[in-house]
């Protein structure tokens, strides 16, 4: 018996050895990635051209998610894409990285912009978006000019921009967002969705007319039903459409589903047999969008997409609901940086002067902007 109790001690000292060496080894493994961890991207994304550290105060506060946001900057308009980022920016605790798709010539202007004022600590990444993807899928049309805007098609190509991200928002530069992006990025989709979109539809857009167009809110008038190959598709023509011009897209789905490829056969079958409507006022995106999604998308919240801002120079809403939107939208051909648009110095509260001086608005002698 006392032999035994004595192997049992052994034992009981040899595991409490074993577990003290194994617990010195981990301690050991956690430190090498520590170490590995430290000297790698924060984000895991190549390249990302500025990601300054997080300030100490805010380090409890904000949610550590990373947001991926896309916009579109072309030289012409690039003070509107900063004005937008820079309401997204201000108005969030979120960790946001903005992915922001430019052409080459635009590049330079644009870090300089960002790097000068008060956008210096914004994270973001500039993509470079290369026009020759769309050769033979845009059939280019002088009387409609975001025929010539390639980046007007860079939110088809979503999981390009951003690869390693599972969801991300889309968003057009003629946006303000008064509310917390999280929200927005927050918006549920349904099992099998892609994407979500705000339909032309609901209360706020519904009983507004495009000038020249009619009441376009619906596939009809965005498609030629008298084309054959958009009769097949057995698509309603009262169908309600939706804006393209903010979403929320689920980019494992979109992936899964080729939704890229699905919209170029789109593009390229327009090319051939001009299917878009010849009413046709909205954006050219909006069409092969409305066919691939055909009742296979969910809703963002309209009080996210509140549009028609840009239609006319008048006032469509009430000053009261406009600074209850969480964000507003001036689709259309009146820009908040020209010489007329509703609320514009609701935007011009956004806007950061180019410090280059290239980008001027050309409202400067409005009594909105003496105002300030």
């Known amino acids: 018996m006392t032999l035994r109790k004595v192997n049992i001690s052994i034992l009981i000292v040899v595991v409490v050895i074993f577990l003290l060496v194994l ?6 493994l956690s430190d090498f990635l520590k170490r590995e961890l430290s000297d790698s ?28 946001v896309v916009i579109a900057a072309s030289d012409e308009r690039l003070g509107g894409a900063i004005a937008a980022m820079n309401s997204i920016y201000s108005n969030t605790r979120s960790n946001v990285v903005f992915h922001i798709v430019t052409l080459n010539d635009t590049v330079d202007h644009l870090r300089l912009w960002l790097s000068n004022t008060a956008l210096k600590n914004l994270k973001y990444r500039i993509l470079d978006f290369d026009p ?8 280019v049309d002088p009387t409609k000019a975001d025929t010539l805007k390639p980046l007007t098609f860079a939110r088809f190509y979503l999981p390009s921009l951003v690869p390693h991200a599972e969801k991300a928002i889309y968003v057009d530069d003629d946006i303000i967002v008064q509310d917390d992006i999280l929200e927005l990025y927050n918006t549920p989709l349904k099992r099998g969705h892609a994407a979500a979109f705000s339909d032309d539809c609901d209360s706020t857009t519904n009983k507004f007319a495009v000038h020249g167009a009619g009441n376009q809110y619906n596939y009809i008038g965005f498609l030629d039903y008298k084309k054959e190959t958009i009769r097949k598709l057995a698509m309603k023509a009262n169908t309600c459409s939706f804006n393209p011009g903010v979403f929320v897209a689920n980019l494992t789905e979109w992936k899964l589903q080729n939704i890229t490829k699905q919209l170029e056969k789109w593009m390229t079958l327009n090319v051939a047999e001009e299917l878009y409507s010849r009413t046709l006022a909205g954006s050219i995106t909006t069409p092969p969008l409305l066919i691939v999604f055909y009742k296979q998308h969910s809703s963002i919240d309209p009080m996210w997409n509140v549009r028609h801002l840009g239609s006319s120079a008048g006032k469509r809403y009430s000053p009261q609901f406009v600074k209850a939107a969480k964000l507003l939208h001036w689709n259309g051909h009146f820009k908040p940086w020209g010489r007329t648009a509703s609320y514009a110095e609701v935007w011009e509260k956004w806007y950061i002067p180019d410090p280059t001086g290239k980008f001027s608005l050309l409202r400067r002698h409005s009594k909105a902007y003496e105002a300030k």
Not at 132 to 139: A, C, M, R, S
């Open 132 to 139: 020759h993807v769309l050769e033979g899928k845009v059939q």
């Open 41 to 68: 991207s924060p984000l895991g994304l190549q390249p990302i051209d500025f990601i300054p550290a997080i300030p100490q105060r805010l380090t409890d506060e904000r949610n550590d998610e990373e947001i991926s």
């Open 23 to 28: 617990h010195h080894n981990l301690l050991g």
